[in-house]
């Protein structure tokens, strides 16, 4: 069974860093990008950028570009999102989702997240 | 950036009605289209992708259709579980830009 599980919420402070994970199991990890989606409470989703594990290449949103790092470790099937330095701004949840392709032999014709994790709720207040 | 716009941006609806919301794209997505369904406090779900493909486990009431720039989700018969805010998602370019959502209301 495909399981994506985050990290619990977290309470930081403007400035603070901080790292939360998205941990895979039951596939093939590393044939699968999973990717990122902000939603601020009472607000829509934000697709923030995406990561393969194979060979970690990284796509991000021109809106979270250098705002945030996705990164993974292959040996413990997880995905990561961080920052360096929060605002206030950032207080949300954030969800990973695992990515997949639709394609009939090697032709594609849509891509969609099949798999959400629960979510991780970000609270940055001072 | 392709842009997505949804309409209505909210609708109430009674039990056993049939419910349309459109999506529209900035500019052609072929059916790089998924629709996605938000219940209050959870996480979203696939309900359709590629414009009209149901994902494995949705009911049969829900179904897709569009392709190029303009799409649109129906509800057949609209039932209780069905309240919540629908958001579609095109994934043709990065970044893969949702819409801005429906929120879906049971009178």
């Known amino acids: 069974e495909v399981q994506l599980v985050q990290s619990g919420a977290e309470v930081k402070k403007p400035g603070e860093s901080l790292k939360i994970s998205c941990k895979a199991s039951?596939?093939?990890?590393?044939?699968?990008?999973i990717g990122w989606v902000r939603q601020v409470p009472g607000k829509g989703l934000e697709w923030m950028g995406i990561i393969y594990p194979d060979d970690s290449d990284t796509r991000y949103s021109p809106s979270f570009q250098g705002q945030v790092t996705i990164s993974v470790d292959r040996s413990v099937t997880t995905v990561y999102l961080q920052w360096s330095s929060l605002k206030a701004s950032d207080t949300a949840m954030y969800y990973c989702?695992?990515?997949?392709?639709?394609?009939?032999?090697?032709?594609?014709?849509?891509?969609?997240?099949?798999?959400w994790g629960q979510g991780t709720l970000v609270t940055v207040s001072s | 950036d392709i842009q997505m716009t949804q309409s209505p941006s909210s609708l109430s609806a009674s039990v056993g009605d049939r419910v349309t919301i459109t999506c529209r794209a900035s500019q052609t997505i072929s059916t790089y289209l998924s629709w996605y369904h938000q219940r209050p406090g959870k996480a979203p779900k696939v309900l359709v992708y590629?414009?009209?493909r149901l994902e494995s486990g949705v009911p049969s009431r829900f179904s897709g259709s569009g392709s190029g720039t303009d799409f649109t989700l129906t509800i057949s018969s609209l039932q209780p579980d069905d309240f919540g805010t629908y958001y579609c998602q095109q994934s043709y370019n990065t970044p893969h830009i949702f819409g801005p959502g429906t929120k879906l209301e049971i009178k």
């Open positions: 989702a695992r990515h997949v392709l639709d394609c009939s032999g090697l032709d594609c014709y849509s891509e969609h997240f099949d798999y």
């Open positions: 590629a414009a009209s």
């Open positions: 039951g596939y093939t990890f590393t044939k699968n990008w």
